[in-house]
């Protein structure tokens, strides 16, 4: 039976943390490739032509070795990519799995753009690994929030600015939305824990639209702001992103995410979210 999306991302976790403790890494950064070594695994790039390739693991005579698409030029990008393959090689189940019909090469897109469960599991091992919550919290309350704090981590961790600021959104105390879009569209997003519990069931799903007077939405207009990185800060309702949800103004900041093509948007307060409930009528 498959494991459901909150099991799988607990034994990832589990997973990361039982590797760094086995690796005595007890401070950032956490240098996947050199973990790699230390299990005599073969990490160095690797050129594919399949469309969305970052990384892949290959087994032959019960010895393997990661690679990295060669055209990645980002340091962080190659950490997260190699931390997803050693996810590959540590998660429960996922050799057996990948390698079941008597391939030697296994194909990854990673950070967070596959739907499968066990390339999502990955990279949550990747993410756990890279950014280990009792490392990652501890700093997230040092460098601030938004943009400028996520920037800050990202330098700590030598992780990209788009997996740190999922991990943020995964792990900030405060109410926080990390949004990836493309174009008028929304990819994914990610919501901070405390944002769930205001929020509901409210969510934003792939494929629906930006709001249309958002920042975001006037960045994504000139594709031109997305390839040279630039960014702006602004402010927006929580309402206008999420419907049905409290009118509270956030912060909105947003940076473009280069030859990757897309946006990332983090929707940040640091003050209380009040709940109207003054719809609900008690039974008398």
């Not at 031109?224 to 419907?243: A, D, G, I, P, Q």
Request: include cysteine; proline fraction near 6%.
């Amino acid at each position: 039976m498959a494991l459901s999306p909150k099991l799988s991302q607990q034994e990832a976790e589990r997973c990361a943390r039982d590797l760094l403790d086995e690796m005595e890494i007890a401070a950032l950064p956490v240098l996947p490739i050199e973990i790699a070594k230390r299990k005599d695994i073969l990490v160095q790039p690797f050129r594919s032509d399949k469309p969305g390739f970052a990384g892949c693991l290959m087994m032959q005579d019960n010895r393997f070795g990661i690679g990295y698409a060669d055209h990645l030029d980002n340091e962080g990008f190659v950490n997260f990519t190699v931390g997803h393959e050693l996810g590959h090689y540590h998660l429960p189940g996922h050799v057996d799995f990948l390698f079941s019909d008597g391939q030697t090469v296994h194909y990854s897109a990673s950070a967070f753009t596959s739907s499968k469960p066990h390339e999502r599991q990955a990279d949550n091992f990747s993410a756990a690994l890279l950014m280990p919550e009792h490392l990652f919290v501890p700093a997230l309350r040092f460098s601030g929030p938004g943009l400028k704090g996520v920037k800050t981590i990202s330098g700590m961790c030598k992780t990209s600015l788009n997996a740190t600021a999922i991990r943020y959104g995964q792990l900030a105390e405060d109410p926080v939305a990390v949004v990836v879009s493309l174009g008028q569209d929304i990819d994914y997003a990610f919501v901070s824990p405390t944002l769930k519990e205001i929020l509901g069931p409210i969510f934003l799903r792939r494929g629906d639209p930006l709001p249309r007077g958002s920042a975001t939405a006037r960045f994504n207009r000139d594709i031109e702001n997305v390839l040279r990185s630039e960014n702006v800060e602004s402010t927006c309702c929580l309402s206008e992103w999420f419907e049905g949800a409290p009118v509270h103004e956030m912060n909105e900041d947003v940076i473009g995410l280069g030859k990757y093509g897309k946006t990332l948007t983090i929707l940040f307060t640091q003050d209380e979210i009040e709940v109207d409930d003054s719809g609900e009528e008690e039974e008398d």
